[in-house]
């Protein structure tokens, strides 16, 4: 069952900051954080935890690394931190951080609600009736003849790298990083398009610092300028955060094709490369709407994620994207 303590919805630091103020002493560990977290939230990657502990204290040396900042923690060297004062106590529910983007949330939020409204409905009954289905790609899930360890771990190694390489690069992605991501979703043509360092880590830098103040949408659409197709950049951001992001490549895009209100399909389906005896419905889109229909695709995903999470399946997004994949052959 979900925790409604800790919902899949808050954001990452908050839940941080939650952690460090139930853990009941004044000077903790990251390790400590990561415990606590993972009582009611195992899914959440430790290696992103310890990232968010070290974005929230000025004092750490990598600090300034991170394009987002939430100053909730004082570092006292040697892996300790504590609570600033104006933490020690609950801080009020409306209270938000200067550098969150307001007016963007509300307007993304208000979106999210209109699309919940036209198409909640439609897309729990869409997850109860392909319920055994989604259970089965997921544990059935396999990339180029792996295992499904092995596939989960290459994964995780990606996602670790990600991470890694915001911290080293002040939140940008390094272009080793994007070769192994390609290398790893396009075997046949492994190498990233830029070769420029410095565009690769700009760019990327600027998508990632969109998709840190919560515009999956817009950082869609900055990476698509490099040039990249929809499945080349979700890839990038689906693999950074497997909780809260998804790739959209065309095996989720054709599982979904029968989600649908009226005849309309209500997420497009990015196109596939041929195959001999083989056709597929697809839709061409310019970047921006690519965008727009990434975010919708998380929508979706969230639906069916918190419908799985009350029947006792333990899904996070990118688990109902690998079940999608499967389904999507």
């Known amino acids: 069952m979900p925790d409604y303590n800790n919902p899949p919805d808050m954001k990452r630091w908050q839940m941080v900051l939650k952690a460090a103020r139930e853990l009941g002493k004044e000077i903790f560990t990251a390790n400590d954080l990561v415990k606590k977290i ?14 968010y502990v070290i974005a929230m204290a000025p004092e750490h040396e990598s600090y300034h690394h991170y394009p987002t900042h939430h100053p909730c923690f004082e570092y006292l060297g040697s892996g300790k931190y504590k609570l600033m004062p104006q933490y020690c106590l609950q801080l009020p529910a409306a209270s938000t951080p200067p550098n969150e983007a307001i007016g963007n949330a509300s307007a993304v939020s208000n979106s999210k609600e209109v699309f919940l409204q036209r198409y909640g409905g439609i897309i729990t009954a869409w997850t109860e009736g392909n ?5 089965a790609g997921r544990k059935d899930y396999r990339w180029k003849d792996k295992t499904l360890i092995e596939s989960l771990e290459k994964r995780n190694h990606l996602t670790r790298q990600i991470v890694l390489s915001r911290i080293r690069n002040n939140g940008g992605v390094d272009l080793e990083t994007l ?12 190498q990233f398009a830029e070769r420029n360092q410095n565009k690769c880590l700009e760019v990327t830098r600027q998508a990632f610092n969109l998709l840190d103040e919560g515009k999956p949408s817009e950082a869609i659409c900055k990476l698509m300028s490099f040039p990249l197709i929809i499945s080349r950049a979700s890839k990038m951001i689906g693999l950074s955060d497997p909780n809260y992001f998804a790739i959209y490549d065309s095996r989720v895009g054709l599982a979904l094709a029968t989600l649908k209100k009226g005849d309309g399909r209500i997420i497009k389906i990015p196109g596939r490369a041929p195959q001999a005896g083989r056709t597929f419905p697809s839709d061409n889109c310019g970047s921006e709407e690519w965008g727009e229909n ?17 029947e006792g399946y333990p899904f996070n997004l990118a688990d109902v994207e690998m079940a999608l994949f499967m389904m999507g052959k």
Request: a neutral charge; zero cysteines; charged letters at 25%.
């Open 179 to 190: 070769d192994s991501i390609m290398e790893w979703g396009f075997p046949k043509n492994p």
């Open 131 to 135: 319920k055994n289905a989604l259970i």
């Open 294 to 310: 990434y975010q919708k695709l998380l929508w979706v995903l969230e639906v069916i994620r918190n419908v799985l999470n009350e």
């Open 38 to 51: 993972h009582e009611s939230r195992p899914d959440v990657p430790a290696t992103s935890i310890r990232t």
